[in-house]
């Protein structure tokens, strides 16, 4: 396992090359690229909890501001009798969470510099590199749309173009004669579009605040951080659907926490992940 103890310098300056880490072979036009253990993201994890630690009030607004809006969507799908796209739109909650989380990044960035955070210098952080965050954030929410757009011709394809109602929604969802390939094809599609997009986003947006480059390479940066780790990527990608599906099962009252979490965990995977450079 990896020490506990000492990972706040290691994350904070990866400058400094740690037992942890190693150079990975990548393009010139890219900056390094590190190789981790594992069991890394544990590390992430619990830098994560220190930086809520040190600045709890803007890492709870946030996550107040996940339960909210998570309330308000059920409610309005509720209103328009859409009840079905709720696990739909659990799921492209995630997709589209590297960019809901763009303070919780510049949070962890502050205090990596030993700067205090505020709301004011948070709110700041788009007039940075705005038009590139833009654009991942298009192609995230390009994402997102397609995959609920999937999920509605999913639903038409095994429920012969009609939904079930909401009191209906588990069982003809969990225990009826077209779960097993309704699961089946969801969680394929779903899959294979949750992969892509954590591929192209994992460390892009951090880089995006972090750096002045442009969308195209962070996205490669990122793309070129989940091959040169593709087990530690895999267990982290666990874990941030770990968290957030334990938060949205708890009625979302546990994403007041898991946002924030995973939210200064990210920054602290591109910081671990790629080196200083283009």
């Known amino acids: 396992m990896v020490d506990m103890t000492s990972f706040r310098g290691s994350v904070q300056t990866p400058q400094t090359q740690t037992p942890a880490q190693t150079p990975a072979q990548t393009p010139a036009w890219l900056p390094p690229i590190r190789e981790v253990e594992t069991d890394r993201p544990w590390v992430w994890l619990a830098s994560a909890w220190q930086d809520m630690m040190a600045a709890p009030t803007i890492s709870f607004a946030y996550g107040a501001l996940a339960v909210i809006s998570s309330f308000v969507l059920v409610v309005g799908l509720s209103m328009l009798d859409m009840e079905y796209l709720l696990l739909p739109m659990a799921a492209g909650f995630m997709l589209v969470g590297p960019l809901l989380a763009v303070g919780l990044y510049e949070t962890s960035r502050l205090l990596e510099l030993g700067e205090r955070p505020s709301f004011g210098k948070v709110a700041a952080v788009y007039r940075r590199n705005g038009v590139q965050i833009a654009g991942i954030g298009l192609v995230l929410m390009l994402a997102m749309l397609a995959w609920i757009r999937i999920a509605f011709l999913i639903f038409a394809l095994f429920f012969s173009g009609e939904p079930p109602a909401l009191d209906h929604l588990v069982d003809r969802i969990f225990f009826s004669a077209e779960t097993i390939p309704f699961l089946l094809t969801g969680t394929l599609f779903g899959g294979v579009i949750a992969t892509a997009v954590f591929s192209i986003a994992v460390v892009s947006i951090p880089m ?15 793309v070129a ?24 099962v708890t009625a979302f009252l546990g994403l007041a926490i898991a946002l924030p979490v995973i939210g200064h965990a990210s920054w602290h995977c591109y910081r671990d ?6």
């Open 208 to 222: 995006l605040l972090d750096r002045d480059t442009d969308v195209f390479t962070a996205m490669a940066t990122s």
């Open 225 to 248: 951080v989940v091959r040169a780790n593709i087990r530690p990527m895999i267990a982290w990608g666990f874990l941030i659907a770990l968290f957030m599906s334990a938060g949205m």
């Open 273 to 278: 992940l790629v080196g200083p450079g283009r």
